[in-house]
């Protein structure tokens, strides 16, 4: 099944439960180039025999300009031309890394993903944001460009370690608490043992998610407005990510609580919300304490893209699934930084 969804710089199709092997047998030898990581390499090896496949090491830091000048080479050596489509089979590092090589490697070549971690699915591969990093520094360089495709084939969740079901659900739950109290509720009444396990919700759950950041991302491609909302829990997430070497989903999880915690002095977000929230990063298997370092993680969010001289626009909720965007004064986040730090 296939669908288009038409962003302002370009239409995706969105290509569901079909097979990724179609996919790449409808690719001439040599017309497609595969980026992957070297997990997904060993668990699939018959998915890379058709095409030259470039193989990343399966680590968040491998996510830099390195990497790109290194693939960058490896495909004019391979002969790939403005042609070539670039196929990202992976998780968010890998998909990043593709979109964003596609988006430069001879000015843009076409490029097209297949999510294969649940955070892909519902997130890191829809939206057309592509960058890497800058040492601690998350994403600092990178473009707006949309793919060409995103293939859904859930089969590859069957391999998906439990810590990585996790990570997914902490940007469902970021989607809950923005928008949609009736799914913050619904995941309070099930766990991941329930998705797995039931098919049906597991492919509605992803496709209420993927809506979500459609609908929010044709809004606002470029992010002037609704879509920095999507950044709930990500300011904080993005000082503490690299610092502690957290997993994209963990350090999301701790930055919904330290926004909650803003929210609760800045927006009027009542206690019992911060609670319930953390009651369900819990039950998902999140962590919502954390050892932090003020001083550190405070270097690095001044240096965050959303910065505006002393401000920092910040998202905040006003109630679950309702959320705002407000420019705040580094100190006011400084202090409950301070605050966390001193309870965990
Ligand atoms: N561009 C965006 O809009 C956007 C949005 C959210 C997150 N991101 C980025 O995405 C990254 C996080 O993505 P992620 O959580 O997918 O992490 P990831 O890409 O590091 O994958 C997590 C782990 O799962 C393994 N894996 C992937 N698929 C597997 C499978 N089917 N079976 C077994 N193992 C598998 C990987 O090898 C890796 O070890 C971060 O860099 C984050 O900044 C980008
Ligand atoms: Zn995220």
Redesign the pocket.
């Known amino acids: 099944m296939r669908q288009t969804v038409v962003f302002p710089s370009g239409s995706v199709d969105y290509i569901f439960q079909s097979s990724v092997e179609e996919l790449l047998k409808g690719y001439e030898k040599g017309q497609a180039v595969i980026i992957t990581?070297e997990?997904?390499f060993k668990?699939y090896p018959h998915l890379f025999k058709l095409h030259k496949t470039l193989v990343l090491p399966?680590?968040?830091s491998s996510?830099d300009l390195r990497t790109i000048d290194s693939l960058s080479r490896q495909l004019l050596e391979a002969e790939a031309t403005r042609k070539t489509t670039l196929i990202g089979i992976?998780?968010?590092?890998?998909?990043?890394i593709t979109?964003f090589l596609a988006s430069v490697y001879m000015r843009g070549v076409p490029f097209g993903f297949v999510p294969?971690?649940l955070?892909?699915m519902v997130?890191?591969a829809?939206?057309g944001?592509?960058?890497v990093n800058l040492g601690f520094n998350?994403?600092i360089v990178g473009t707006i460009n949309q793919p060409e495709f995103i293939l859904y084939d859930m089969a590859?969740?069957q391999?998906?370690?439990n810590v990585?079901w996790s990570?997914?659900f902490a940007?469902i739950i970021k989607y809950a608490c923005i928008f949609d109290a009736d799914l913050f509720a619904e995941l309070e009444g099930k766990n991941i043992s329930h998705y797995k396990n039931d098919a049906a919700d597991l492919v509605n759950l992803v496709d209420r998610c993927a809506n979500w950041k459609n609908t929010t991302v044709i809004a606002d491609e470029h992010e002037k407005g609704i879509r920095k909302l999507l950044n709930f829990g990500h300011t904080a997430a993005h000082a503490i990510e690299n610092l502690y070497e957290l997993?994209?989903?963990k350090a999301v999880a701790i930055g919904m609580v330290i926004a909650s915690m803003i929210s609760e002095k800045i927006s009027g977000l009542k206690p019992t919300d911060t609670h319930r929230l953390k009651e369900l990063l819990e039950l998902y298997n999140l962590p919502v304490h954390q050892k932090v370092n003020t001083y550190k993680a405070m270097e690095i969010l001044k240096m965050d893209k959303k910065r505006n001289n002393e401000n920092v626009d910040y998202i905040v909720l006003e109630a679950i699934g309702r959320a705002a965007i407000r420019s705040l004064p580094l100190t006011i986040i400084e202090t409950v930084f301070s605050d966390y730090e001193s309870h965990n």
Do not use: M, Q, R
């Not at 992976?90 to 990043?96: A, I, L």
């Open positions: 990581n997990h997904l668990l399966p680590v968040e996510k992976g998780g968010g590092v890998v998909t990043d979109g294969t971690t955070l892909g997130d890191a829809i939206g944001k592509n960058g998350k994403n590859f969740l391999s998906l370690p990585e990570n997914g940007e997993p994209h989903g």
